[in-house]
């Protein structure tokens, strides 16, 4: 899609350069036509409110919703899930090669209160990027674009590859995507190729106070810049963020300590996830 002439950044023309590697990856949605929403499981009794409109999942796990501006006169139903590491581990599973549905994620994670999808993949179901699990390591870093969500002894952390390359250090989980929405110190990331197309989206945010915002639309479209401004202007105190995979890829497991629990299925079949488990 023709943008507007504006100065390119060199993430940006990194960017623009992964497009072409999107069509090998089933997750990926700039491309692809709008399909059809799934139904998500019923929520039958009442959740536990916290303060301005949080619903408490589990101790130091809430949850709202609220609308994105952009797209058609309603906008798109945000789904957002607020994670204080203090009260919450978090860990990335992949299995290259052998994706799996949402609902059987589920039954080899149990307990775990949160899961969502995880970076773009390839035909092979393996992923792009570099991903983490248990400490052993899978694939190549991205260079000068993206994001990795990571977890150490320090805690979890959203981080952009942009300001701050992966040096190989140590991590006990990882798992990378893009593009950068919200560059560190909330300053808006450039816009490249794509990002008024709108499509399910998946989100990874961290807010000023370290908590971890797990942001999906998974019955409604919204293109990255709508994204991006919401993020900025939705009193979510977010610092930095990128997208996960989206389209047929996004989806989301929410596992509520007495009421049912809420389950997005993706469309495509899944080879890594973020899990989210109660202290």
Not at 61 to 77: F, K, N, Y
Request: aromatic content about 8%; proline content about 10%; some cysteine.
């Amino acid at each position: 899609m023709p943008l507007p002439l504006r100065p390119v950044s060199l993430a940006a023309l990194a960017w623009g350069a992964l497009i072409g590697l999107l069509a090998l990856a089933p997750g990926c949605t700039l491309t692809r036509a709008p399909v059809a929403p799934p139904t998500p499981s019923p929520t039958l009794a009442p959740t536990p409110v916290a303060s301005d409109g949080w619903q408490i999942v589990r101790p130091g796990i809430e949850q709202r919703t609220a609308r994105v501006p952009g797209q058609g006169s309603l906008g798109a139903q945000a789904i957002i899930i607020r994670i204080d590491p203090a009260f919450a581990m978090f860990q990335v599973a992949y299995r290259p090669g052998e994706p799996l549905s949402l609902s059987d994620w589920r039954a080899v994670l149990p307990g775990a209160a949160v899961i969502v999808n995880g970076g773009f993949f390839d035909e092979s179901s393996r992923a792009l990027g570099l991903v983490i699990s248990e400490g052993q390591v899978y694939g190549q870093s991205f260079g000068g674009f993206g994001g990795m969500f990571q977890v150490t002894e320090a805690g979890p952390r959203v981080r952009s590859l942009v300001s701050e390359p992966y040096q190989g250090e140590p991590l006990w989980h990882a798992v990378q995507s893009f593009p950068m929405l919200i560059e560190a110190g909330a300053v808006l990331a450039p816009r490249g190729e794509g990002f008024d197309v709108p499509a399910r989206r998946t989100i990874i945010a961290q807010d000023g106070a370290g908590r971890i915002l797990l942001i999906v639309t998974p019955l409604s479209e919204v293109s990255f810049s709508a994204a991006q401004d919401w993020l900025l202007s939705a009193e979510l105190d977010v610092r930095i963020a990128f997208a996960l995979d989206g389209g047929r890829s996004t989806g989301l497991v929410l596992d509520h300590a007495k009421n049912p629990d809420d389950l997005y299925p993706a469309f495509d079949r899944l080879p890594s996830v973020i899990a989210v488990f109660p202290r």
